[in-house]
């Protein structure tokens, strides 16, 4: 038996695929700074932070750590309308994609700012540094520097994680394979561009990181 394959059946639809790409960077993108923001407000709730607050934030990491990606997407997409509250496709993939990763981000932080030495924040306080001060100047940098490296890998996660938005018509990635897979009847042609285009953006957004974080986010 002969397999032919014709990769550019697939590749004539490449406006899809681009419309694709560029969607799962901006998804990525809304994730890595929404979802990297509430990782710091809850790790900081969850060292720091007061007890009241605490507990509500332990709720929602443990509930998104211990449940599946598609089970939150579709609540937020098909269990929420049930109480009157809807959203785009795009609009609930976000905010499932910043829900996922400020919940295991939270946990990545904490162990970071835990890891601090307590000499540090004493000489902190003994410059008459605010708690504030002390916590953006001192504690997070280095905070961040030790945990950066599982961070990343956990963007990337969430990244790769996103062909799951495809299901509610996000247009990203896989959602442009799916369609490109159904119009031209070349599915295995399809999905190998997704999987060679999806394993290229990885290592993109690996490499971007970790260059962009020793210089804009905790330093040398």
Known sequence: ????????????????????????????????????TVAVACAWVRTEGPKWLAIPV?????????????????????????LGVRFSPPVASGIALVLNL????????????????????????????????????????PALKKVWPALVSQIVIVMLGSAVCGQIATEELSYAANVISANTFRTFEAYIIATAIYLVLALMVRSLLNWAGPRFIFGR
């Open 58 to 82: 332990a709720a929602y990491v443990e509930l998104m750590r211990n449940t599946p990606f598609i089970v939150q997407l579709f609540f937020i997409f098909f269990g929420l309308p049930a």
């Open 1 to 36: 038996m002969t397999v032919e394959l014709n990769f550019l059946a697939v590749f004539q639809d490449w406006p899809m695929l681009v419309t694709g790409v560029i969607w799962t960077l901006g998804l990525t993108a809304i994730a890595i700074v929404v979802g990297l």
């Open 102 to 141: 400020g919940a295991y981000g939270t946990e990545i932080i904490r162990a970071g700012l835990l890891a601090t030495p307590k000499g540090q924040i004493e000489a902190a306080l003994s410059l008459a540094l605010s708690k504030f001060q002390i916590f953006t100047r001192v504690v997070l940098p």
